[in-house]
Nanobody
Framework: VQLQAFGGGLVQLGGSLRLSCGAS????????MAWFRQAPGKEREFVAH????????VYSDSVKDRFTVPRSNVKNTVYLQMNNLKPEDTAVYYC???????????????????WGQGTEVTVSS
């Protein structure tokens, strides 16, 4: 599965941005999907996860109540809606797909089998 993440850019403090993640030639409906991010000099960290049937979402404490992770299986796309952005949200954002029937560790990078190329988000103060 080749994932493509896009929608990053420069945004001011308190602004909003929506990232998208899609896959050409393969339906994402059978995959749990997640977003991670990696800031310069830091490890990749979990941001959000959504189950394959959109029945459940999980968020990191740092983005909870500001970010949402909707998906559209019709459009074969997973989104990361980011609101009230802060400078500490600056990072390269990656989408990831999990082919397991049951996602046991959604916060772990090891859970995911496929990764997108990343899209950069910069929040200016």
């Amino acid at each position: 599965v080749q994932l493509q993440a896009f929608g990053g850019g420069l945004v001011q403090l308190g602004g909003s941005l929506r990232l998208s993640c899609g896959a050409s030639g393969r339906s994402l409906s059978g995959y749990g999907m997640a977003w991670f991010r990696q800031a310069p000099g830091k490890e990749r960290e979990f941001v959000a996860h959504i189950t394959r049937n959109s029945g459940r979402t999980v968020y990191s404490d740092s983005v909870k109540d500001r970010f949402t992770v909707p998906r559209s299986n019709v459009k074969n796309t997973v989104y990361l809606q980011m609101n009230n952005l802060k400078p500490e949200d600056t990072a390269v954002y990656y989408c990831a797909a999990d082919r397991a029937v049951l996602t046991t560790s959604p916060r772990s990078t090891h859970q995911y089998h496929y990764w997108g190329q990343g899209t950069e988000v910069t929040v200016s103060s």
